[in-house]
């Protein structure tokens, strides 16, 4: 199992980006999922998570600006990012906790993509 993310790239201030997180391999089902970023110098921080009943949560610094979501059919978790600003420049990550199928057996652990990068600048 592997989490890809996509969607990543430049924006100026007050632009729009949407990330993906898609699980692939064997995967039976994507339970919780996050994201996180993590900017240079910083600690990784919580950006927006959502439940398998799909209740989400937001970072005070993104509340009003972005929204999580996800499609079970695809197994795919997405972010929607509005109004950013260069303080949201960061590597972005995407983390989920995913059942991994083995012949009849279903295994869950927690993945972590391998990091998208937003940059956000005039």
């Known amino acids: 199992v592997q989490l890809v993310e996509s969607g990543g790239g430049w924006v100026r201030p007050g632009g729009s980006l949407k990330l993906s997180c898609v699980a692939t391999?064997?995967?039976?089902?994507?339970?919780?999922a996050a994201w996180y970023r993590q900017a240079p110098g910083k600690e990784r921080e919580l950006v927006a998570s959502i439940t398998e009943d799909g209740n989400t949560h937001y970072a005070d610094s993104v509340k009003g600006r972005f929204a999580v979501a996800r499609d079970f059919r695809r197994n795919t978790v997405y972010l929607q990012m509005n109004t950013l600003n260069p303080e949201d420049t960061a590597v972005y990550y995407c983390?989920?906790?995913?059942?991994?199928?083995?012949?009849?057996?279903?295994?869950?652990?927690?993945?972590w993509g391998q990091g998208t990068q937003v940059t956000v600048s005039s």
């Open positions: 983390n989920a906790e995913v059942g991994a199928r083995t012949g009849y057996v279903i295994n869950w652990s927690q993945y």
């Open positions: 391999g064997n995967v039976y089902e994507v339970h919780d």
